[in-house]
């Protein structure tokens, strides 16, 4: 990305440039850097002066499609950069009647996979201070010197098992397709808990989950989140205790995850916005797993047409109950 | 604090034998809001639901928990006695003890801690009850009936007759179904068509019936008293008002095919009537081998109708209409013996099934009522009769009895003796089942007077041998190998559900068994209602039987359909669905999951800011809800909720149940 980065973000600018300052969006929604160099945070774009901030580097890991929720209300016409993942939580929030197709511009950016801090300083191990990118390598700088990397060995755990980077529903593509990858991994950590005792399954997500916060940030960054009232807020019933322990932080977990079956698009959202690392996308790719044995392979966000398996009936549904 | 009542019943022992009455009713005492405690040994009986209403009046409760067996059995029971006593009916709870407890455990030890739990969960849930009003529904003075068989014609004319507009929506071009198809009719031998006929012409003729033949049910929508049902009425390609049934459209007709009444043993003609008698009088072009559609050129029908009744332009219609009552009544099939390999159906033209032989005896048969052979036209000697061909076996067929075979069977071989005497009838059988007025004394005939010989054993193989069918069976009373060199070979496959029972199933809302009959409401005190209300089943479709179980089931099916369409109002559901706007997100997974599309969107505004915004949310009719509570489960942030089964009350449920533990 870095070697044509500078080319690659003028296309865009021009592109949506074009449209906000000729009326056809009134917001665009993209990244700009953030407090530190290793973030890239949204971008509420309503001018020129605004656009001048727009940035589109290996950082962009945050969610855009999310914020529709918000931007619709004060906003007619919105436009939303849109990585593969973006545009899968798009799909997922159209089906979920909570954006209006026509009032939405969406520009596609293919996604190379995005980069992660974490990941830099255990390879670098040292702090690193900056990076350089050329032809699929990421040299790291530290304060010790300089090391260098695979670019495929430093994605953020959300990248590493995408399969879709390049956006499935758009209105301008706006960058060249980096088409279709490979996730052989994705369900490896499924089956590992699949194979354990109910008991040891159960002390792993106690201590996974004795560590929840219950900040939400999850669930505000969860495309699939889109309720009024979120659960855990209602008074009448009142669903979850507000006591900080494990069947507590298990009651949460667990009935999001649920109320996420068969509609995860599986961006990994939650798990990069968890303060504490808990390895959320567990939860969800495991219902994901059980959908797909139960009712055929069916990849939420891909298509926006396609009945969710759990909105649809089929005769020969089956009715089988899985332990595991 | 509400005032609870909770009323334990012993059901004599059911529920006395594994749950200790007297530590259960102590343990109630001491349940949040209970003020009064009473157990009687029956309290669905006038005594026990008297204990009730009074404790009611004297103790002022207004909350009452009964602890009986399953509110399925006589939730409405006990409503009925609340409300008598002046509380509404929905402040009363059921706990399902006898189903629950008491026919799941063995002692007293499990069963008592349940019931405790099971009356802590309903007094805490009834706490939260509010009352409740059924609301009041319109009927739809008319039914319909789907098939028009001996069931549909005998339940139309009953239901007719008492004076109610009914339908009959019959797939095919004639009504008459699987009847008409037969000889004649044990266990009295009466011909069928001389018994049938004379129904179907009154049917057709009845001022209160409407035929609506070579039409399918599309949909159907609605629920008890009003059924919105959409019917897709097949283009017949001949105006039925034009029409006079003269019949030279289909003397003329040079294509030909092969006629699904006779079972592929004889042709018809691309345009035609399925048989001699059919009602009504008026035929089809069958689209697929007609010169004209196939190949755009013949249009001699049109050229020879005398009324010029033939229309080429005729399209497939839906009517829509709305009626109260439903019966179904689509009947069975025979099964397709090939499977059976070594039975070689389909692979001799000899070997024939029960329905196919009969057709040989008819006068309008394939073989115009002459009984002989179709590999040669010559009159069999010897036909062997095989029982059980798909019935009565667990590993390859079905595994109950097609109860009409032995029947069948044995008024074949009179028959066929009747016409040859020199024919003699050999039947395999593995039991000979004819229970029924007159039954066994017909079979005695067949075996006595008819010469007919049953041998009880199985057959191992059938297979050709000169011009014969060398039938190699074991005869298990002796214990002999018996080969018996017959002419024909007659399968009594077993009588099945018809292929798409499921599927109509499904579009009316009812159920199938395992086997795809239809399902009744309670196989023994319900036989002709489904588990959905204000749709009855009745004749073969429900399981196999004979006409006169047929008939019986009809009429009893008309009564059923006239006792609700003779109803001013009939009462709704009171427990309907109820959308909080203010939580609603309007994602509409509701609507996609509820059965009775009883959810629409609607859209709403609300303050915003300074100004106001448009947004959607779910609502429910009340009228088409029926309270399944399928939405209330879909939506992630409660705002769908049934009334008396609220996401609160459920909760209490749950609460009372695991803090007691
Ligand atoms: C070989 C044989 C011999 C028999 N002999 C005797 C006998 O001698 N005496 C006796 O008492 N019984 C006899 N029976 C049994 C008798 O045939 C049945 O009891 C009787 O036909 C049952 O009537 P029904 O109306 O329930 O079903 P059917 O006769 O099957 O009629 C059902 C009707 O519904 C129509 N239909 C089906 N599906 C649909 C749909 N989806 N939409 C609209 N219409 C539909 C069909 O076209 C048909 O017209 C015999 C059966 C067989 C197989
Ligand atoms: S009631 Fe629930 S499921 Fe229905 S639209 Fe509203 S939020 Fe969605
Ligand atoms: S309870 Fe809900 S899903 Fe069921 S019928 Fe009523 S509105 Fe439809």
């Not at chain 1, 990118?133 to 990421?138: A, D, P, R, S």
């Not at chain 2, 006589?74 to 189903?99: D, M, Q, S």
């Not at chain 2, 339940?155 to 019959?170: K, R």
Request: overall charge negative; aromatic content about 8%; charged content about 25%.
């Amino acid at each position: 990305m870095a070697e044509n980065n500078v080319e690659n973000l003028k296309k865009i600018r021009e592109a949506v440039s074009q449209d906000l300052l000729g009326g056809r969006i009134d917001l665009l929604l993209g990244w700009e850097k953030g407090h530190y160099w290793w973030q890239s945070r949204p971008l509420f774009a309503r001018t020129e002066e605004d656009l001048e901030k727009l940035t589109w580097d290996s950082f962009c890991a945050i969610n855009l499609s999310r914020y529709l929720l918000d931007e619709l209300k004060d906003f007619q016409k919105v436009g939303v950069l849109v990585k593969g993942c973006d545009a899968r939580a798009f799909n997922r929030l159209l089906q979920d009647n909570m954006v209006v197709r026509d009032r939405v511009t969406l520009y596609g950016l293919p996604c190379p996979g995005m980069l992660d801090y974490d990941r830099l300083a255990e390879v670098a191990e040292a702090a690193p201070e900056g990076i350089i990118e050329q032809n699929g390598k990421v040299t790291i700088k530290t304060a010790d010197g300089e090391k260098s990397a695979d670019r495929d060995d430093l994605l953020a755990d959300k990248c590493r098992d995408c399969i879709y980077p390049d956006p499935v529903v758009y209105d301008q593509l706006l960058l060249s397709p980096v088409g279709k990858k490979e996730a052989p991994e994705k369900f490896t950590a499924i089956e590992k808990l699949e194979e354990m005792s109910a008991e040891e399954r159960y002390s792993y997500w106690e201590k996974e989950l004795s560590r929840c916060l219950r900040c939400y940030a999850c669930r505000q960054a969860c495309p699939f989140c889109s309720c009024r009232e979120c659960f855990v807020e209602q008074q009448n019933p009142r669903w979850q205790g507000r006591a900080y322990q494990a069947s507590e932080n298990f009651m949460f977990h667990l009935v999001r995850a649920y109320h996420g079956a068969g509609r995860c698009i599986d961006c990994g959202e939650c798990e990069r916005a968890c303060p504490v690392d808990i390895p959320l996308q567990e939860l969800n790719r495991k219902l994901t797993k059980d959908i797909n044995q139960l009712y055929g392979d069916y990849e939420a966000g891909l298509d926006a047409e396609l009945e969710p398996p759990l909105l649809t009936y089929r005769p020969d549904d089956p009715a089988a109950f899985s332990e595991k | 604090m509400p005032r609870t009542g909770v009323f334990l019943c012993h059901c004599g022992s059911n529920i006395a034998g594994t749950v200790n009455i007297d530590q259960t009713i102590e343990a109630s005492r001491n349940f949040p809001g209970v003020v009064h405690v009473d157990e009687y040994r029956y309290l669905c009986s006038e005594m026990g639901q008297d204990i009730i209403k009074k404790a009611i009046e004297d103790n002022n409760l207004d909350r009452v928990v009964v602890g009986t067996c399953s509110p399925r059995m006589h939730e409405n029971t006990f409503r009925k006695a609340a409300a008598e006593a002046g509380l509404n009916p929905y402040l009363l709870e059921v706990a399902n003890i006898r189903e629950h407890c008491s026919w799941v455990h063995k002692d007293m030890e499990e069963g008592t801690p349940k019931a405790i739990a099971l009356l802590r969960a309903a007094a805490a849930k009834v706490a939260l009850n509010e009352a409740l009003e059924a609301p009041k529904l319109e009927v739809e003075k008319r039914a319909l009936v789907i098939g028009g068989g001996i069931a549909g014609i005998q339940a139309a004319l009953d239901i007719a007759e008492a004076g109610y507009p009914v339908d009959i929506v019959e797939r095919e071009p004639s009504i008459g179904g699987r009847m008409a198809q037969l000889e004649k009719t044990f266990p009295t031998l009466d011909c069928s068509a001389c018994i049938l006929t004379p129904k179907m012409v009154e049917a057709a003729q009845h001022p209160n019936i409407n035929l609506i033949t070579y039409a399918e049910v599309e949909e159907v929508n609605g629920f008890v008293g009003q059924f919105d049902v959409k019917i897709k009425q097949k283009a017949r390609y001949v105006d039925p008002v034009k029409c006079t049934g003269c019949g030279i459209c289909w003397e003329k007709c040079p294509a030909k095919a092969p006629s699904e009444f006779e079972m592929g043993l004889a042709k018809r003609k691309s345009i035609y009537v399925p048989f001699a008698q059919a009602v009504p009088m008026v035929p089809v072009i069958d689209k697929e081998t007609c010169l004209y559609f196939r190949k755009g050129r013949c249009q001699i029908c049109e050229k020879e109708c005398p009324p010029q009744a033939i229309d080429y332009e005729q399209q497939d219609e839906i009517i829509e209409r709305r009626y109260g009552a439903i019966v179904v009544a689509t009947g069975f099939d025979q099964m397709d013996p090939s499977i059976y390999g070594e039975y070689g159906y389909g692979q001799h033209p000899d070997i024939l099934t029960g329905l196919e032989f009969e057709r040989l005896f008819n006068a309008s048969g394939p073989t115009g009522g002459k009984v002989v052979r179709l590999s040669d036209g010559k009159p069999p000697k010897k036909v062997v009769f095989i029982q059980c061909v798909g019935s009565r076996d667990k590993a390859r067929g079905m595994n109950y009895c097609s109860k009409i075979c032995c029947m069948f069977t044995a008024k074949q071989a009179i028959l066929l003796k009747e016409k040859l005497p020199d024919a003699k009838s050999y039947v395999f059988y593995i039991d000979v089942r004819t229970a029924g007025k007159g039954y066994e004394e017909f079979q005695r005939r067949a075996a006595e007077e008819y010469d007919v010989a049953y041998l009880r054993g199985q057959v191992g193989k059938i297979f050709p041998e000169g011009d014969h069918l060398v039938v190699h069976g074991v005869d298990s009373l002796s214990g002999k190998v018996v080969d018996i060199k017959a002419d024909m070979v007659v399968l009594s496959a077993a009588s099945i559900a018809r292929a798409d029972a499921p599927e109509l199933g499904r579009k009316i809302g009812i159920n199938t068994d395992s086997y795809n009959f239809f399902n009744e409401a309670h196989p023994k005190l319900k036989p002709v209602e489904t588990h959905t209300a204000g749709i009855f089943i009745a004749g073969a479709c429900q399981t196999p039987k004979d006409i006169p179980d047929t008939v019986a089931q009809a009429s009893a099916a008309a009564v059923k359909a006239v006792g609700l369409l003779s109803k001013e109002m009939l009462q709704g559901e009171a427990c309907t669905a109820e959308v909080d706007e203010a939580e609603c997100s309007g994602c509409l997974h509701c609507v996609a999951v509820c059965p009775y599309t009883a959810i629409d969107a609607k859209e709403i505004e609300e303050r915003y800011g300074d100004g106001t915004l448009k947004r959607t949310v779910a609502e429910v009719n009340p009228a088409l809800c029926q309270g399944c509570g399928s939405c209330s489960a879909i939506c992630r942030s409660g705002s769908i909720n049934q009334k008396g089964f609220s996401n609160e009350q459920i909760l209490a449920e749950v609460d009372a149940i695991c803090l007691q533990r």
